[in-house]
C-alpha cells in the first residue's frame, strides 16, 4: 500500500514537474524490478532521485 500522506510529506516544496519526475521514476524502477505494481518503496525511491537531481541543479546555478 502506499501511504500518500507519507509522500505528501518528503514533497511537499516540489513542484508540478518534479511530482511528475517521481512518478515516472517510481515507474521505471518497478519496470525495472519486472513488477506490476508500483509500491511504495519505489515511490521513495523516486523521491529520492529527484530530490538528488533538484540539489545538482541547485548547486550548479549557486
Same mark, same amino acid.
Given at each position: 500500500d502506499v501511504? %500518500?500522506?507519507e509522500l505528501?510529506?518528503?514533497?511537499?516544496? %516540489?513542484n508540478g514537474a518534479q511530482l511528475k519526475a517521481v512518478c515516472v521514476e517510481a515507474g521505471m524502477l518497478a519496470l525495472r524490478r519486472e513488477a506490476s505494481i508500483?509500491?511504495?518503496?519505489d515511490f521513495m525511491e523516486g523521491i529520492g532521485?529527484?530530490?538528488a537531481k533538484k540539489k545538482a541543479t541547485?548547486?550548479?546555478?549557486?
Open positions: 501511504n %500518500f500522506d505528501a510529506r518528503c514533497t511537499d516544496d %516540489f508500483i509500491k511504495h518503496e532521485v529527484v530530490s541547485l548547486q550548479y546555478y549557486a
